[in-house]
C-alpha cells in the first residue's frame, strides 16, 4: 500500500477511534465535564488528530449530538417503535414499551438531547441550538404519526407527547422504577383528548 494510501487509512482509523470516545463519554458524562484530553486518552490517537478533523470541542459535541440522532432517535426510537405495529397509534404506544426495556439497561443514561440543554443554558450556543433541532426531529416523528392516525391538533398534540416522553425519561433517572407505566398512562389520556370519529383510538382506550 502506498504511503498515502497507509496515512489516509491511520487519520480515518483515528477520526473513528475520536468519535466513539466522544461518543462513550458524552452519554454517560455529559459535554461539560469531558473535556478533549480525555475523549483523546480513551481513544488512544494523538490530539492533533482530533483537531485535525474538528478544530474545538464545540465541532466534536455536534458531531455526537448529530450521531446520538441517528442512533437513537432514528435507528432505535423511530425504526424499533415502527417494526412492532402498524398502526400509528400502537407505534407511538410503542415508545413506552421502548423506555419500559431502556431504563432497565444498565447503561441507561438519560437523554443526550436534554443533558445538553440543562449543560450549555445559553440559546446562542451552537450545542444548544443543535439540542433544539434534534429534540425538533423527534416532534417530527411523533407529528406525523398523529397525522397518520387522524388525531386532532397535531402540532398541540406533539409537543404534548413530547413533553410526556421527556417527563418519563427524567422521572426514570430519578430511579422510579414506574416511570415508562406512567408515562404510558398519561399518553392514554392524551391520545382521549386528540382522537377523532376517523380513528380506532377510543375504542383502544
Request: aromatic share 8%.
Amino acid at each position: 500500500m502506498p504511503r498515502s494510501e497507509r496515512s489516509g487509512a491511520r487519520e480515518r482509523h483515528g477520526l473513528a477511534r475520536i468519535r466513539t470516545a466522544a461518543y462513550e463519554l458524552f452519554s454517560r458524562e455529559g459535554i461539560a465535564s469531558v473535556g478533549v484530553d480525555a475523549v483523546v486518552a480513551r481513544a488512544g490517537t494523538a490530539k492533533m488528530t482530533l483537531y485535525r478533523n474538528f478544530p474545538s470541542k464545540d465541532a466534536l459535541v455536534i458531531d455526537f449530538l448529530r450521531e446520538r440522532e441517528r442512533l437513537w432517535t432514528r435507528e432505535w426510537l423511530e425504526a424499533e417503535s415502527a417494526r412492532r405495529a402498524d398502526d400509528p397509534v400502537d407505534q407511538l404506544l410503542a415508545i413506552f414499551d421502548l423506555f419500559e426495556e431502556w431504563f432497565a439497561a444498565p447503561d441507561f443514561e438519560g437523554c443526550a438531547f436534554i443533558s445538553t440543554l440543562l449543560e450549555v443554558r445559553h440559546a446562542g450556543e451552537a450545542a444548544h441550538r443543535a439540542s433544539i433541532e434534534h429534540l425538533t426531529t423527534i416532534r417530527e416523528i411523533i407529528a406525523d404519526r398523529a397525522r397518520r392516525a387522524g388525531l386532532t391538533d397535531i402540532d398541540d398534540f406533539a409537543r404534548r407527547w413530547h413533553i410526556i416522553m421527556k417527563g418519563t425519561i427524567i422521572a426514570a433517572q430519578e430511579g422510579d422504577p414506574n416511570a415508562a407505566n406512567s408515562g404510558r398512562e398519561l399518553a392514554f389520556l392524551l391520545l382521549s383528548r386528540h382522537g377523532s370519529r376517523e380513528t380506532n383510538t377510543f375504542r383502544r382506550l
